[in-house]
């Protein structure tokens, strides 16, 4: 079950970017139900104990099939089943929503070089050849992409092809397509190094701390990330500060997510 304090990431932005499942399922509800991959690739047929197939389960909540469905690619708190339930339960939209474990080439997830208005510095994709970063897609309607789109005020939805980002999912089916949200602001990272690798809020806060000469100048700082956080959330031009000294002094790097 997942409780109604779950990942609650407005309330305690230090747990950004929530926990993701063990692996592939379906969030049915307040519940988190396990889904085993089809043998011939098609995940409309997969199996829901108690329920039938994931298309019936769809069928049930009164939504589309699969094939009416985008994959959404996770690079974030979008992995985490409870943070999902709580962005479309704020707009009233049905929450039925398989996670399918997916490997992906060519990408690897970093921070996105803002901070959120709740205080935490969230992710982004970037691609960097060779690379491969294991994460979760899930299928969404329209209504639901529509209602995620309202939830990512700082990211570009991009649907990419197979030959732009080859995302192989659990039992081994390649996604056509696939839509990841690329972050406005670029991929964090110190001038001349690239792109920091995603890394809990804690290990961030004391990295900026120590290794980033704007945060230091304009955050100050405290022992308590907690504390810095909070202040933060609450400080609007503090926020577009920051981000845009980052873009200035060259701790924004591109993402490479738009095609090519």
């Known amino acids: 079950m997942i409780g109604p304090d779950t990942d609650d990431l407005t309330a305690r932005p230090w747990e950004y970017p929530g926990r993701a499942p063990a692996t592939s399922g379906l969030l049915l ?16 047929a997969a199996r829901v104990p108690g329920v039938g197939t994931l298309d019936q389960a769809f069928l049930l909540a009164g939504g589309p099939p699969i094939a009416q469905r985008t994959l959404v690619l996770a690079v974030g708190s979008n992995a985490s089943p409870a943070v999902m339930r709580r962005k479309f339960a704020v707009l009233g ?67 990419l092809p197979a030959a732009e980002l080859p995302v192989h999912l659990h039992g081994g089916r390649v996604a056509g397509s696939v839509r990841v949200y690329d972050s406005h602001w670029g991929a964090l990272g110190p001038p001349g190094f690239g792109a920091r690798l ?26 308590d990330v907690r504390a810095t956080m909070r202040r933060l959330a609450g400080d609007t031009a503090l ?17 490479g997510l738009a095609p090519r």
Request: negative net charge.
């Open 29 to 44: 509800g307040g519940s988190f139900l396990p889904l085993t991959p089809p043998p011939d690739g098609d995940w409309g």
């Open 239 to 255: 926020l577009a500060a920051v981000r845009d000294a980052w873009a200035e002094q060259g701790w924004a790097h591109a993402t």
């Open 198 to 223: 995603l890394a809990a809020q804690d290990v961030l806060y004391a990295w900026l701390a120590s290794e980033c000469e704007p945060w230091r100048a304009l955050v100050a700082p405290e022992p």
């Open 93 to 159: 939209v049905d929450a039925v929503v398989p996670f399918v474990s997916a490997r992906v080439e060519g990408l690897t997830i970093g921070h996105s070089a803002h901070v959120s208005r709740t205080g935490f510095v969230a992710a982004t994709g970037f691609r960097e050849p060779g690379a491969v970063t294991d994460t979760f897609a899930s299928w969404l309607d329209a209504e639901q992409l529509a209602c995620l789109d309202a939830t990512e005020p700082n990211y570009t939805p991009l649907d």
